[in-house]
Every structure is written in structure tokens, then in C-alpha cells.
């Protein structure tokens, strides 16, 4: 069964980073591109950015580009994305979702297997 | 960046009947880079359809999408229980994707 699994909720204080990750199974990491998206209460959602986990290269959202480092570990078949100088709104409920072309090394791609979600809580 | 703005913000309709979604980008895009997505409570979103009009895998017929330049559509022909949720519209063609803000179809 094609699935992404990621870690669980986290509570951390303004100013903190978040680390969350997302373990692929069912299929070969390496052969499909990841993004990472968050929907915060009441908003849109919103992309991140994407990695593409076989070569490395990644691409991040102009917004978040400065904040936001993804990293793959393949041995472990998981993506990491983490955030740094949260504040409170950044609390949202963050997805991992793997774009759909195998061996398509773009981010301009739908996403078709979507990770279950972390919620990461910024609070003082 | 493109904005894309959907329509209506809520749907009341009820099972058998048809209903039509809107999403309209604030520029024209290429229609191979336009997705729509359906979410229920708690969960994750689903793809539906990409390039504007083709099913993703699994996904039932009576789900279609459509349109070209700045207005899309997605149109499920006769609603079933299940398909009451909230659903939005995705442009993956640019260096920055986005989404629109979502329509919330609910039973009359």
C-alpha cells in the first residue's frame, strides 16, 4: 500500500524550529518528487516547497525560502522539512504529498499520495 | 504570483443533483497545470482531477473538469452522500503553487 506516514504533533514556543517528518512505503522514494504544504485555521493551503529525493535538488516557495530547509534521508526512504523562527502563525496542520510522475524531476506536478498530517503548534 | 478565487464559497444541494464548482485565476494558465482536490473533515486532500480534465486514478466518473484561461470547473454530476466536502482548485505551473480558498459543498 503506496503511503506516506509523518511524525507527530508537536508544541513549540515562538522563536523554536520544527522538524517533521514523512516516510514513504509502497513505492521507491527516490522516484517521485515530495512537497510539503500546510493548511493554518481558516486559511488556504499553502506550499512550502519540493525536493526531488533521487538527485537532491529542491525548490522552495519565495514566501517560506529563507525559513524552510527540506532534506531527504533515501537508507530511511524519509523527507525531512524543517522551519525555523516560528511564530504564532505558523501554527498549522503541515502535509507531506508526493507528486504524481514517476521520475519526473519538476515540482510543477499534482499531488496524488498525501501524508496523513503534523499539527505544529506555536504557543508561548 | 496567481491567484485563483473559487465559487461559490458554499454550495447547499442535495443528493442526485448536479453541482458545478468555479475557479477562476487571476491570469491566464495553461489548463495542463490546474488540479482540483476534495477534502473531508480531518483528512488529508485527495486528488481529482488534473490538467483540468483528467480523472486521477480511482476517481468515479460522474467527477469531470473543464475549462481553459482564467475560469475552470469542476462538475459532479449527481451527488452522492459521500461527496459532501470541501473542495479546491490548485495551480502547479509556476515557481510559487497555489490554491484557492476552497468551496464547502453541503446537504440542503
Known amino acids: 500500500q503506496v503511503q506516506l506516514v509523518q511524525s507527530g504533533a508537536e508544541v513549540k514556543k515562538p522563536g523554536a524550529s520544527v522538524k517533521v517528518s514523512c516516510k514513504a512505503s509502497g513505492y521507491t522514494l527516490t522516484n517521485y518528487g515530495l512537497n510539503w504544504v500546510r493548511q493554518a485555521p481558516g486559511l488556504r493551503l499553502e506550499w512550502l516547497g519540493w525536493?526531488?529525493?533521487?538527485?537532491?535538488?529542491?525548490k522552495y516557495s519565495q514566501k517560506f525560502q529563507d525559513r524552510v530547509t527540506i532534506i531527504r534521508d533515501t537508507s530511511a526512504s524519509t523527507v525531512y522539512m524543517e522551519l525555523s523562527s516560528l511564530t504564532s502563525e505558523d501554527t498549522a496542520v503541515y502535509y507531506c504529498a508526493r507528486g504524481q510522475s514517476r521520475g519526473y524531476n519538476g515540482h510543477d506536478d499534482a499531488f496524488d499520495i498525501w501524508g496523513q498530517g503534523t499539527m505544529v503548534t506555536v504557543s508561548s | 504570483e496567481i491567484v485563483l478565487t473559487q465559487s461559490p464559497g458554499t454550495l447547499s444541494l442535495s443528493p442526485g443533483e448536479r453541482a458545478t464548482l468555479s475557479c477562476r485565476a487571476s491570469q491566464s494558465v495553461s489548463s495542463t497545470y490546474l488540479a482540483w482536490y476534495q477534502q473531508k473533515a480531518g483528512q488529508a486532500p485527495r486528488l481529482l482531477v488534473y490538467g483540468a480534465a483528467t480523472r486521477a486514478t480511482g476517481i468515479p466518473g460522474r467527477f469531470s473538469g473543464s475549462g481553459s484561461g482564467t475560469d475552470f470547473t469542476l462538475t459532479i454530476s449527481r451527488l452522492e452522500p459521500e461527496d459532501f466536502a470541501v473542495y479546491y482548485c490548485q495551480h502547479y505551473g509556476t515557481s510559487r503553487i497555489t490554491f484557492g480558498q476552497g468551496t464547502r459543498l453541503e446537504i440542503k
Open positions: 525536493i526531488n529525493p533521487g538527485k537532491g535538488n529542491r
